[in-house]
């Protein structure tokens, strides 16, 4: 989609790696072919095949499986580059590269030797979100921060960096993102009052390139008082330090565990930052910027070129982590260059994504309650800011006060499962979560590698609803509104999958992938794989053939309570009672299901 312009613009003859990395550029134009996470760099996950199609995806069959020998949650997908796939497991991370000529046979395995005292230190599940290829490297972000590039065609390490540190409760459950000669690298660990970063690193060496964090002096943020903008304006000088009190940045948590996309055009990476520490708001007076934030970043120096903060001074643990989707579409009548990224919060946000203009936010499920809107009137003193409802104020109900009826709950109207967007529909495909919430928050101090969360929580189904927990609906990012919604038993925590065959692919919690017409959401096939799906579906080619593959296995945050045997219906940070009902329909697991036509 994005690219084909960017292709055509600088074209692939004479690049050198400091300008482009043609090699991914090149290989995500192929359809037959997957090289990252994110399917592109614009983080559409939509694919060009259509051999699988609306007219005969019923007809589908499992066509081979492979175990992956890890039980938890399975998220992210595998990768095809040629004639081989390659999968990863949740900890301890084992990359495994398949024949795709010999039934699956494994090429080579890779096992890394971790420390298992950092399942603990994990917040919510085990999950890894993926691998990358590039520059003939498979690259590897294990659970304990360790970026690690493997040959691709033997499996051996060419080098290895340490991202975090597990005992200040620093960990990893991303994927990360080649741009030109780097690897963008985040981390995990806002539970613990780690302080999150953003990080580049040498993809030939393993070099740190350029660090920059989420909070604190702009030198150490990699923004620029004068030329860093959010909505329009300059941030001007300490625009962090100047939002926490005291210290607190220095445990400001700020968290960078979500996905990446880049714009080679603009030649500007996006992602967003998780919540602030505590989850008690009361210890931590202020916007706390720029946790919640989204940022638009030079991939070769890090500097911030625009800035802006979904929900400040966040009151319920609203990461603002999930995906930033680049698409061109008009608004208004005049073509924009968009993002649009589907906040935990709710509030659905399109976005200028070269200068950061805020065109449309909207509830993206009627049952959003904790804000009224954000605030669209340019000369207001609250523009581009949620208006919350008191009722729903964490903050203003107080210390030691069940504030109840929160909607959505913490993990969000959509978590981390990515959405897809379609060219051909104009349509955005979304998992959420019908869920809601009672926080009550209290007081904790700061220990190094503790757990520092300071809230108990509750979630159960939206009330007054179809009384189940998710929904799979279509969006139209251009007016704010829901095209099509179709109702889940259970929270939709598997990322979609739109083709040119008109068709959406996504799995359940309860373990169906199932496919529905682009236009309409009909479900048109469905097929219960032997555990959970919390993965992200994919698609290639392989002999002229089309796959569809996906891994099951439950976990994640919805799943903690089956993944880690929890029980009490507070553990988890409150999932583990929201979704007690889940072991009645699934069971752990750890498989690759691959589907294709009938002949």
Same mark, same amino acid.
């Given at each position: 989609?994005?690219?084909?312009?960017?292709?055509?613009?600088?074209?692939?003859?004479?690049?050198?790696?400091?300008?482009?990395?043609?090699?991914?550029?090149?290989?995500?134009?192929?359809?037959?072919?997957?090289?990252?996470?994110?399917?592109?760099?614009?983080?559409?996950?939509?694919?060009?095949?259509?051999?699988?199609?609306?007219?005969?995806?019923?007809?589908?069959?499992?066509?081979?499986?492979?175990?992956?020998?890890?039980?938890?949650?399975?998220?992210?997908?595998?990768?095809?580059?040629?004639?081989?796939?390659?999968?990863?497991?949740?900890?301890?991370?084992?990359?495994?590269?398949?024949?795709?000529?010999?039934?699956?046979?494994?090429?080579?395995?890779?096992?890394?030797?971790?420390?298992?005292?950092?399942?603990?230190?994990?917040?919510?599940?085990?999950?890894?979100?993926?691998?990358?290829?590039?520059?003939?490297?498979?690259?590897?972000?294990?659970?304990?921060?360790?970026?690690?590039?493997?040959?691709?065609?033997?499996?051996?390490?060419?080098?290895?960096?340490?991202?975090?540190?597990?005992?200040?409760?620093?960990?990893?459950?991303?994927?990360?993102?080649?741009?030109?000669?780097?690897?963008?690298?985040?981390?995990?660990?806002?539970?613990?009052?780690?302080?999150?970063?953003?990080?580049?690193?040498?993809?030939?060496?393993?070099?740190?390139?350029?660090?920059?964090?989420?909070?604190?002096?702009?030198?150490?943020?990699?923004?620029?008082?004068?030329?860093?903008?959010?909505?329009?304006?300059?941030?001007?000088?300490?625009?962090?330090?100047?939002?926490?009190?005291?210290?607190?940045?220095?445990?400001?948590?700020?968290?960078?565990?979500?996905?990446?996309?880049?714009?080679?055009?603009?030649?500007?990476?996006?992602?967003?930052?998780?919540?602030?520490?505590?989850?008690?708001?009361?210890?931590?007076?202020?916007?706390?910027?720029?946790?919640?934030?989204?940022?638009?970043?030079?991939?070769?120096?890090?500097?911030?070129?625009?800035?802006?903060?979904?929900?400040?001074?966040?009151?319920?643990?609203?990461?603002?982590?999930?995906?930033?989707?680049?698409?061109?579409?008009?608004?208004?009548?005049?073509?924009?260059?968009?993002?649009?990224?589907?906040?935990?919060?709710?509030?659905?946000?399109?976005?200028?994504?070269?200068n950061g203009e805020l065109l449309v936010a909207e509830k993206y499920d009627p049952a959003v309650n904790?804000?009224?809107?954000?605030?669209?009137?340019?000369?207001?003193?609250?523009?581009?800011?949620?208006?919350?409802?008191?009722?729903?104020?964490?903050?203003?109900?107080?210390?030691?006060?069940?504030?109840?009826?929160?909607?959505?709950?913490?993990?969000?109207?959509?978590?981390?499962?990515?959405?897809?967007?379609?060219?051909?529909?104009?349509?955005?495909?979304?998992?959420?979560?019908?869920?809601?919430?009672?926080?009550?928050?209290?007081?904790? *101090?700061?220990?190094? =590698?503790?757990?520092?969360?300071? @809230?108990? $929580? !509750?979630? %159960?189904? &939206?009330?007054?609803?179809?009384?189940?927990?998710?929904?799979?609906?279509?969006?139209?990012?251009?007016?704010?509104?829901?095209?099509?919604?179709?109702?889940?038993?259970?929270?939709?925590?598997?990322?979609?999958?739109?083709?040119?065959?008109?068709?959406?692919?996504?799995?359940?919690?309860?373990?169906?992938?199932?496919?529905?017409?682009?236009?309409?959401?009909?479900?048109?096939?469905?097929?219960?794989?032997?555990?959970?799906?919390?993965?992200?579906?994919?698609?290639?080619?392989?002999?002229?053939?089309?796959?569809?593959?996906?891994?099951?296995?439950?976990?994640?945050?919805?799943?903690?309570?089956?993944?880690?045997?929890?029980?009490?219906? *507070?553990?988890?940070? =409150?999932?583990?009672?929201?979704? @007690?009902? $889940? !072991?009645? %329909?699934? &069971?752990?697991?750890?498989?690759?299901?691959?589907?294709?036509?009938?002949?």
């Amino acid at each position: 989609m994005r690219a084909h312009g960017v292709l055509a613009a600088v074209g692939l003859v004479g690049m050198s790696p400091a300008l482009a990395n043609d090699e991914v550029m090149k290989l995500t134009q192929d359809p037959n072919q997957q090289v990252l996470q994110t399917v592109d760099y614009a983080n559409t996950r939509y694919s060009k095949l259509d051999q699988i199609n609306g007219s005969n995806v019923n007809k589908l069959k499992v066509a081979w499986t492979f175990s992956t020998g890890v039980l938890r949650g399975h998220e992210g997908s595998p990768l095809v580059i040629g004639d081989v796939m390659y999968v990863h497991t949740p900890f301890p991370n084992i990359v495994y590269a398949l024949d795709l000529n010999g039934d699956g046979k494994i090429i080579w395995k890779y096992e890394p030797k971790q420390d298992p005292n950092v399942i603990p230190v994990m917040c919510c599940d085990t999950v890894n979100r993926g691998l990358a290829y590039a520059d003939g490297k498979i690259f590897l972000h294990q659970a304990d921060t360790t970026l690690v590039a493997l040959d691709a065609k033997t499996g051996k390490e060419a080098w290895k960096v340490v991202n975090g540190d597990p005992k200040k409760g620093e960990t990893n459950t991303a994927t990360v993102l080649p741009v030109k000669d780097k690897i963008i690298v985040g981390v995990s660990g806002g539970e613990y009052g780690a302080r999150c970063h953003v990080t580049a690193y040498d993809m030939k060496t393993g070099k740190q390139a350029w660090r920059a964090y989420s909070m604190g002096p702009d030198e150490e943020m990699l923004i620029d008082p004068a030329t860093t903008t959010e909505l329009g304006k300059p941030v001007g000088k300490d625009s962090s330090l100047k939002t926490w009190q005291g210290d607190q940045w220095k445990t400001g948590g700020g968290c960078t565990w979500g996905w990446y996309s880049y714009d080679p055009q603009a030649n500007l990476v996006y992602y967003g930052s998780g919540n602030p520490s505590t989850w008690n708001p009361k210890q931590r007076p202020g916007d706390n910027k720029w946790s919640m934030t989204i940022f638009a970043r030079n991939p070769e120096t890090g500097m911030a070129k625009w800035v802006y903060q979904m929900t400040p001074h966040d009151e319920w643990d609203y990461d603002g982590v999930n995906e930033m989707i680049l698409a061109d579409q008009p608004i208004n009548g005049q073509d924009r260059k968009l993002l649009v990224h589907f906040d935990r919060n709710g509030f659905a946000y399109t976005l200028d994504r070269i200068n950061g203009e805020l065109l449309v936010a909207e509830k993206y499920d009627p049952a959003v309650n904790w804000a009224t809107k954000v605030d669209m009137d340019k000369s207001s003193k609250t523009y581009g800011r949620p208006l919350v409802v008191s009722r729903y104020s964490t903050e203003q109900n107080g210390e030691d006060v069940n504030t109840k009826g929160i909607c959505p709950a913490a993990l969000g109207t959509k978590d981390q499962q990515p959405a897809a967007f379609s060219p051909k529909t104009g349509l955005f495909y979304v998992p959420t979560n019908h869920v809601c919430m009672d926080y009550e928050p209290f007081r904790v *101090s700061y220990t190094p =590698g503790q757990p520092y969360v300071g @809230a108990t $929580l !509750a979630m %159960y189904p &939206a009330p007054n609803s179809h009384g189940g927990m998710g929904n799979f609906i279509a969006w139209d990012a251009r007016t704010g509104k829901i095209a099509w919604s179709n109702k889940e038993l259970f929270s939709v925590w598997s990322g979609a999958l739109a083709t040119a065959g008109d068709i959406v692919f996504y799995g359940t919690l309860e373990g169906y992938l199932k496919a529905v017409d682009s236009k309409t959401g009909r479900e048109l096939f469905k097929f219960k794989t032997p555990s959970g799906i919390i993965g992200n579906v994919m698609t290639y080619t392989h002999n002229g053939k089309q796959y569809v593959g996906v891994l099951s296995g439950v976990g994640g945050w919805a799943g903690i309570g089956l993944a880690a045997g929890l029980t009490d219906p *507070s553990a988890g940070l =409150g999932a583990v009672g929201g979704y @007690a009902a $889940l !072991a009645n %329909y699934t &069971a752990l697991g750890g498989q690759l299901t691959v589907f294709t036509l009938a002949d």
